[in-house]
């Protein structure tokens, strides 16, 4: 039996204990997984159960959801980080990797974190999420991938500048992030031969050097190396091209060069049902496509779907690495 998800409680100021609760409320006992956090923090009126163990996940009843202590100082304030919180945030998101390293869990799924509130309260020292899983596992590198029933896209350079972009984008890089998306379709999404589209950085993909040379001069060159080597290839293409109906049918994921665009068009196909995976960690971890919204948080108003999705990708990309 495949082991349970872990579900780490996020910002418990923001909507991360209301989506889990809603989370096991649509999916009762279809999918296996466990809420690491304080049951303090949880809506009034959830039915929770404690577990010692994350195998005890699998007897807990449906309309109860599981939850594996781990007590924080202090009480949530929906919508306001609370400083002395921060720590404990971190050590849930440290727990969890544990888990999952020791093969207690499956998986990583977790809840939106702040991370100006995490670095005013705890000195956190990674941008986000995914340098810090990084940092646990151990690994140098690992790709971002947002991912949808319509698309897959990974943009090679995230939070930059745009004007910053052209100097990030180097060949290396680019190359990286290529292999690893690759290799996250091979071995976590079962496919046998990868589809990958690639964006140029221009408008039109440069239109033969007419609006600026980085595809002729690095996208090209390293994308037909690659062909050589049997990778399955598009591109350069007008990233303006690429993401209507029959241009997603003929390709796996995308390839975009900045942040933008590669998460327009995915929140424009998906706004609610978005999931982040992160590719080439040891473990698999998704989370939901949205932050901690503070807006909403304690209202009862927010959309657990995100959520139930990237639950539901982090079990297909876990059975599909158990082979």
């Known amino acids: 039996m495949t082991a349970p998800i872990a579900l780490t409680c996020g910002d418990p100021s923001g909507i991360g204990p209301e989506i889990a609760a809603k989370a096991r409320a649509r999916l009762g006992t279809d999918l296996d997984f466990f809420w690491i956090g304080d049951p303090s923090h949880l809506p009034q009126g959830t039915s929770w159960m404690q577990i010692a163990r994350p195998a005890d996940a699998a007897r807990v009843a449906a309309d ?38 020791a093969g207690e869990a499956s998986a990583v799924c977790t ?60 060949a290396a890089l680019l190359e990286e992030t290529i292999r690893i998306t690759r290799d996250g379709l091979l071995r976590d999404f079962g496919l046998d031969e990868p589809r990958l589209a690639v964006a140029g950085l221009n408008p039109h993909a440069g239109e033969g050097g007419a609006m600026g040379g980085e595809e002729i001069a690095l996208i ?86 995100s959520l139930v999705a990237a639950l539901r990708i982090a079990r297909e990309m876990a059975r599909n690495r158990a082979g």
């Open 64 to 101: 109860h959801l599981p939850v594996l202590r781990h007590d924080f100082p202090a009480a949530a304030l929906p919508g306001t980080p609370t400083a002395e919180n921060a720590a404990a945030v971190i050590a849930v998101i440290a727990r969890a990797v544990a888990l999952v390293m």
């Open 111 to 170: 809840a939106p974190i702040h991370k100006k509130a995490l670095k005013d309260g705890a000195g956190f020292a990674f941008p986000g999420h995914t340098e810090y899983l990084a940092h646990l596992a151990g690994v140098p590198r690992v790709v971002m991938m947002l991912a949808c029933d319509a698309l897959r896209v990974v943009p090679a350079t995230i939070h930059v500048p745009l004007a910053e972009v052209p100097r990030r984008l180097t």
């Open 220 to 305: 090209s060159p390293l994308l037909d190396r690659l062909r050589a080597e049997g990778f399955a290839l598009a591109g350069p293409l007008p990233a303006d091209t690429m993401f209507h109906p029959a241009a997603r049918a003929r390709y796996d994921a995308a390839i975009c060069m900045y942040h933008d665009q590669a998460l327009i068009p995915i929140k424009t196909l998906d706004f609610a049902g978005g999931v982040n995976v992160t590719l080439g960690l040891p473990f698999v971890r998704t989370s939901p496509d949205h932050g901690t919204a503070y807006d909403i948080a304690g209202q009862g108003l927010a959309d657990p779907s």
